[in-house]
């Protein structure tokens, strides 16, 4: 793998987790933060199930 591939991989999953946080404050915003926890806990889930786990350093 070159450097602009590891390059656009990684653009890819900033794009990703930017579409990922826009959602969740969307649907925050449309339920009145009702269901905040959950929608965190989903958002989660659904980013660990795809490799987006924002717990490791190279993702923050």
Known sequence: ?????????QA???KAME????????I???T???FEGQVDDAQQKIE???GM???SPDQQ
């Open 48 to 50: 660990g199930a795809l």
């Open 28 to 30: 925050n915003e449309k």
């Open 19 to 26: 579409m990922s946080d826009a959602a969740e404050q969307k």
């Open 12 to 14: 890819a999953q900033d």
């Open 32 to 34: 009145g933060n009702k």
């Open 53 to 55: 786990d924002r717990s």
């Open 1 to 9: 793998m070159g450097i602009f591939d590891r390059f656009k991989n």
